[in-house]
Nanobody, 125 residues
Framework: QLVESGGGLVQAGGSLRLSCAVS????????MGWFRRAPGKEREFVAS????????LYGDFVKGRFTISRDNAKNTVSLQLTSLKPEDTAAYYC????????????????????WGQGTQVTVSS
């Protein structure tokens, strides 16, 4: 089970830290990812981190504003959001990579099998 937390309402320019707690399985051999879905839009890749945290990948729109991290000892993954914009408003989902090269980063949602229920981030202008 993947459970996201940390979402909320924030003003433009503000910050939030999202967390994803995983139970029932260990994530220490799996890459993890964050995706988001805004109302009326397709799900969009945000960030991915390799199994050991040494490699990360971000969506083009991130432009240095977000940072993904993980703590394998705690079985958690985090996403630090800074310089938030109204267009960042979306439900944010974490996911575990369980297809193909499971340790490697990926922006392809197909390779992620297990997903959380999402946490809502709303950025006001």
């Amino acid at each position: 089970q993947l459970v996201e937390s940390g979402g909320g309402l924030v003003q433009a320019g503000g910050s939030l830290r999202l967390s994803c707690a995983v139970s029932g399985r260990t994530i220490n051999s799996h890459a993890m990812g964050w995706f988001r879905r805004a109302p009326g839009k397709e799900r969009e890749f945000v960030a991915s981190i390799s199994w050991n945290g040494k490699e990360s990948l971000y969506g083009d729109f991130v432009k240095g504003r977000f940072t993904i991290s993980r703590d394998n000892a705690k079985n958690t993954v985090s996403l630090q959001l800074t310089s938030l914009k109204p267009e960042d408003t979306a439900a944010y989902y974490c996911a575990s990579r369980d297809r193909e090269d499971i340790r490697d980063v990926s922006s392809d949602e197909f390779v992620y099998m297990y997903w959380g229920q999402g946490t809502q981030v709303t950025v006001s202008s």
